[in-house]
């Protein structure tokens, strides 16, 4: 049976250097070697999961196949390595204190004095090694940085890990800044010693450094860090700021990283196979077109909320050959119909809470009334319905409940099952739910087969009471989900394009395997641009 190696990979300095792309880019490295690799994060913080915090504080909660609300650096592991991740790919350090206090309450401990060490840290270990079970690689991501209180028991849990399963299976990697001063012009290389020296006093020695730095590194910067951080030369990587996080498995292999894990690791492999993630970043970086898609959210000044959606737009631009610019609209803004003008397409993606709700309405009418093609996700669904209810079946006052109670016209509404509940944590429609396409829909000719399934997070549906009517005045209900009758995707009639779905497609999206949903939505863009440019020189 072949030995799992474990890549554990830490942070220094400041937070937001890039661990997870950079644990991403090792992932598609190895896998390209022909290694099977899973990928893990570890969040230091109390909470149980992700699914109850603010996008504002941690980015967009990620939704995997199995239901579990994850951090959003598993949608990276999912796009770079073309690969499902699950509820066992990201813990908490609020999940595992529960298990163990679950324990504890049950007696499992027959009486011991529960502590960090050894009833914490043996939970984490357990939490590792349970991702293991047939892969060659663990690539295991720990979150924050090195001196926060939070993570020390996630290091330590990593550092016996290098005792338990041998040297020669343990590689700790350390992701950190070398900032530059601009009034010197010179780069420093001393808050990376201190994250080191930081490491160390917990007993990890990091096997590599990878460096985010604004200006190259040069021989002398590089001999410095090897000497003073008692790391190789050859492992000392520098990760410069690049135009697509696409490209940084490239940038890392250029420089040897692949080959210096495998030598410390003891493995052999086949060659690299990258031709394929090439041609992505190819036609990444040499479109023939060029299209500009408003995303109309709330959470417009921390991009990390719409990471996913993000994301799928720009693969949407890789199945077109075209460079998609996202223009984020705050629906907030009363002169909201000023910044739609030029625009080739409008998102309306998920989101929770009123604030910019009306905003929304507005932007979805536009789209309607323009012909301006339209992609709604999630709460862009309802917002579609809404809207359409108000202005074309002239319901005044139609509403979702989350946002009316008291509205004559409930268009959008609770299922009873979800009326009872009490908690907020993972108690939505969650994960992975089938789907009926209606034929010739645009839907359909999307994904070229009538039966689909997709990812969802939401409380609130559509309200069948109106279906009828909405689908009479034009209105397509192009999706079902069967079993409960749900509405999963909308159209519109006599529109170059306009779909909106209760789904998440975006989080099903990979730049080798743009979602089809996404790269249509980008061809009617395109042909919007097209349209108008040929307008403009007539």
């Not at 720990?142 to 550092?159: C, K």
């Not at 990444?284 to 909320?305: F, M, N, Q, S, W």
């Not at 609209?329 to 910044?339: A, G, S």
């Amino acid at each position: 049976m072949t030995t799992t190696k474990y890549i554990f990979v830490t942070g220094g300095v400041v937070s937001s250097l890039g661990k997870g792309i950079s644990a991403s880019s090792i992932g598609k490295l190895l896998q390209a070697r022909g290694l099977a690799v899973t990928m893990l994060k570890c969040d230091p913080y109390i909470n149980v999961d992700p699914g109850t915090m603010n996008p504002f504080q941690h980015g967009e909660v990620f939704v995997t196949e199995d239901g579990a609300e994850t951090d959003l650096d598993l949608g990276h592991y999912e796009r770079f390595l073309n690969k499902e991740m699950h509820h066992t790919n990201n813990f908490t350090a609020g999940r595992v204190y529960q298990t163990v206090l679950e324990r504890e309450r049950r007696g499992d401990f027959l009486g011991t004095t529960v502590q960090v060490i050894p009833h914490i840290t043996d939970e984490i270990k357990n939490r590792f090694r349970a991702v293991t079970k047939g892969v060659d690689v663990a690539v295991i991501e720990i979150g924050g940085t090195v001196g926060d209180i939070e993570s020390l028991p996630f290091l330590e849990a990593a550092r016996q890990m290098g005792l338990e399963a041998g040297k020669d299976n343990v590689l700790y990697m350390h992701v950190t800044l070398i900032p530059y001063i601009k009034a010197s012009e010179e780069l420093k290389t001393k808050p990376t010693q201190h994250s080191v020296q930081k490491l160390r006093e917990i007993g990890i020695s990091p096997d590599v450094l990878v460096c985010r730095t604004e200006k190259p590194l040069g021989p002398e910067m590089r001999a410095k860090l090897s000497m003073f951080c008692s790391v190789p030369k050859e492992s000392v990587i520098e990760a410069p700021d690049v135009e697509s996080i696409y490209e940084v498995p490239t940038v890392f292999h250029k420089q040897g990283l692949d080959d210096q894990i495998l030598m410390i690791l003891r493995m052999r492999t086949q060659a690299k196979d990258l031709e394929s993630w090439d041609r992505v970043v190819d036609r990444l970086k040499h479109p023939k077109r060029e299209v500009t898609i408003a995303l109309a959210g709330k959470y417009t000044d921390y991009k990390d909320a719409y990471k996913s959606v993000n994301e799928a737009l720009i693969h949407g631009g890789i199945a077109n050959e075209a460079k998609v610019r996202i223009r984020f609209l705050d629906t907030t803004d009363p002169k909201i119909h000023e910044q739609l003008s030029d625009v080739h397409g409008i998102l309306v993606p998920g989101g929770f809470g009123d604030r910019g709700i009306e905003g929304k309405i507005r932007v979805a009418q536009l789209a309607r009334e323009e012909k301006i093609p339209y992609f709604g996700l999630c709460l862009g669904l309802q917002i579609a319905v809404i809207e359409f209810s108000r202005n074309v079946l002239k319901l005044s006052g139609a509403h979702s409940t989350e946002f009316d109670a008291k509205t004559r016209y409930p268009v959008i509404d609770l299922l009873p099952e979800q009326k009872s509940v009490k908690n907020m944590g993972a108690t939505m429609r969650l994960g992975t739910y089938e789907c009926t396409l209606k034929k010739g829909s645009l839907a359909h000719k999307a994904y070229g087969t009538l039966n689909i399934s997709e990812r969802h997070r939401h409380r609130y549906e559509v309200n069948n009471k109106f279906r009828k009517l909405l689908e009479d005045a034009g209105l397509s209900a192009a999706g079902i989900h069967a079993p409960k009758n749900l509405v999963e995707i909308v159209e519109l009639k006599d529109h170059p394009w306009y779909l909106a779905t209760q789904f998440h497609p975006e989080f099903k999206s990979r730049p080798e395997a743009p979602h089809p949903l996404f790269r249509d939505f980008i061809a009617a863009a395109v042909e919007r641009a097209q349209t108008k440019r040929s307008h403009a020189h007539a």
